[in-house]
């Protein structure tokens, strides 16, 4: 991953590369070219267990400069916020038993001594199957992903999605207004419209890739098409992460829309606020 540090956050660049739309035009046939988007490289499955450390969050490289991480231990605030609007979002838990775990590696290694199944957690749901769980997951992830890119408007920490309620709010406090944008407050409804408008751009380069024997496509009907001629199976790609499982996919593009968010709203409240 390629990252360009300015002050405080880093604008990490989100190259992935193509577009799920049913229309096909003009797909690449050269090899697939991973994007630089993602932290770490992994090939995701249903049944995969987690390779990631059980301790702390998978996360980005910090965006402060000298820090070695980006989560809540970080010096750095707008790091600190980041870091906490993505661990807000919705997550998979394991139940094993009467015991609810974070971790898909320990849940795994428990119910494995103990011979009791393991379930899935998302929200409030409760899944025998992790491939549901993928699916109720990354569906909520999408939610959340439309609800940063609204505009909310903030008073004293209370969120309201009407701005004549907040003024109304904010004249009774004698306070001000804050616009709420991919989870940070900027202090002006046009500093958050221009970060609204960052994030779109950078949404756009936010897609799946399909592979077929080493070749990339633009499109997944064309790549359905290519897999069914040769017999060779699909990887759907983003940036350095991969998986043959369509539905992993889609959680895998939810992530990275919710990481493009945030990120960018935080590059635009660095520059407000420089």
């Known amino acids: 991953m390629k990252t360009k540090v300015f002050g405080c956050v880093a604008a990490i660049g989100l ?3 193509v577009s799920t739309a049913s229309a096909c035009p003009g797909e690449s046939k050269g090899k697939t070219a991973k994007g630089q988007a993602v932290a770490v490289k992994a090939k995701s499955g249903y049944d995969k267990p987690c390779d990631k450390p059980c301790d702390h969050p998978c996360d980005q490289p910090c965006p402060c400069i000298g820090a070695k991480t980006a989560g809540k231990d970080s010096g750095c605030p707008i790091a600190k916020r980041a870091h906490a609007v993505r661990t807000s979002m919705p997550a998979m838990r394991y139940r094993v038993g009467e015991e609810v775990i974070g971790c898909s590696k320990r849940a795994a290694s428990m119910a ?4 009791k199944p393991m379930q899935y957690l998302v929200g409030e749901e ?3 199957s992790k491939a549901e769980a993928v699916v109720r997951l990354a569906a909520l992830l999408e939610e959340e992903a439309e609800s940063l890119q609204s505009v909310q408007f903030v008073v004293n920490g209370e969120t309201h999605h009407c701005p004549k309620t907040a003024r109304t709010v904010a004249e009774k406090s004698r306070t001000t207004v804050a616009y709420r944008v991919g989870g940070f407050d900027f202090a002006s409804k046009e500093e958050a419209e221009k970060a609204l408008a960052s994030i779109h751009e950078a949404l756009g380069n936010v897609s799946l890739a399909y592979d077929v024997g080493g070749k ?4 997944g009907q064309t790549a359905a098409a290519k897999s069914e001629e040769t017999g060779k199976k699909i990887t759907y790609v983003i940036g350095d992460e991969e998986t043959s499982y369509e539905k992993s996919a889609e959680l895998m593009l939810a992530k990275a829309k ?4 945030v990120e960018t709203a935080a590059a635009a409240f660095q520059a407000s606020s420089s």
């Open 112 to 115: 494995e001594k103990t011979g």
């Open 258 to 261: 919710i990481r493009t968010i």
């Open 126 to 128: 409760t899944f025998a």
């Open 216 to 219: 990339s496509y633009h499109c």
């Open 15 to 17: 190259m992935l590369a």
